[in-house]
C-alpha cells in the first residue's frame, strides 16, 4: 500500500516541477512506474480541475497545471479517488463487487441479501466489464432487485459494464378469476 502512494506522490511532485508534462518525459524520470498509474492520476486531476489536457498529437497528451493546482489540493483529490476505489487497495473488483451486492437492503423484508441468504456469483469478464448472477430462494421483487444491483454496482470505480442475471425466478403468475 505504501508503495502505491509512492508512485502517486513522485506524479504529483513532476507536475509540480513542470508547467507541462507528457508520458514520454515522465517514464523517462521514473520507468519504474506503469504509464496506466500516470495516466490515471492525471485523468482524475484533470476532472477535478487541477490539470488540462491538451491533444497534441495523435497519442500525445499534454497535461497543464491549472491556477487551481496545489500539491495539497492534489494528495486531496486522489485520497478521495482512492475511497471511492476500495478494489484497488484492498481485495479485487469482484470482491468488491460482491460485499457490496451482499450489503443490498431489500425493501420488502428490510434484510440484506447475506441476511436472506442469497447466492450472488460475480465474474469480471474483461477489466471492467462484470456478470453478476443472483439466485434469490423466493422474491416477488427479484426483477426491482436486479435494477438494486445496478445501481449499486454502478457506483464503484472502474466498472464500465454490468449485466446482471436472476436465476431461477419465477415471475408472479395474476390472478386466474
Known amino acids: 500500500m505504501r508503495k502505491r502512494r509512492t508512485r502517486y506522490e513522485k506524479?504529483?511532485?513532476?507536475?509540480?516541477?513542470?508547467p507541462s508534462v507528457t508520458l514520454e518525459a515522465f517514464l523517462g524520470k521514473y520507468p519504474e512506474i506503469p504509464s496506466s498509474t500516470y495516466r490515471s492520476t492525471l485523468s482524475a486531476l484533470n476532472r477535478h480541475g487541477l490539470l488540462e489536457k491538451n491533444q497534441k498529437a495523435k497519442r500525445k497528451t499534454v497535461y497543464h497545471k491549472t491556477n487551481r493546482f496545489t500539491i495539497e489540493r492534489a494528495i486531496e483529490t486522489l485520497r478521495t479517488a482512492n475511497k471511492k476505489c476500495k478494489h484497488r487497495e484492498t481485495i479485487n473488483l469482484e470482491?468488491?463487487?460482491?460485499e457490496a451486492v451482499r450489503n443490498i437492503v431489500?425493501?420488502?423484508t428490510?434484510?440484506?441479501?447475506?441476511q436472506m441468504q442469497i447466492e450472488v456469483e460475480v465474474r469480471e469478464k474483461e477489466s471492467g466489464f462484470v456478470e453478476i448472477d443472483f439466485t434469490p430462494v423466493f422474491c416477488p421483487m427479484a426483477t426491482e432487485l436486479s435494477a438494486y444491483i445496478k445501481n449499486v454496482t454502478s457506483q464503484i470505480c472502474d466498472i464500465r459494464e454490468i449485466s446482471v442475471c436472476c436465476r431461477g425466478h419465477m415471475p408472479r403468475i395474476g390472478n386466474t378469476k
Do not use: C, Y
Request: charged residues 30%; without cysteine; proline residues 5%.
Open 11 to 18: 506524479i504529483i511532485r513532476f507536475v509540480q516541477e513542470k
Open 95 to 98: 470482491e468488491t463487487v460482491r
Open 106 to 108: 431489500d425493501p420488502a
Open 110 to 114: 428490510n434484510l440484506t441479501f447475506a
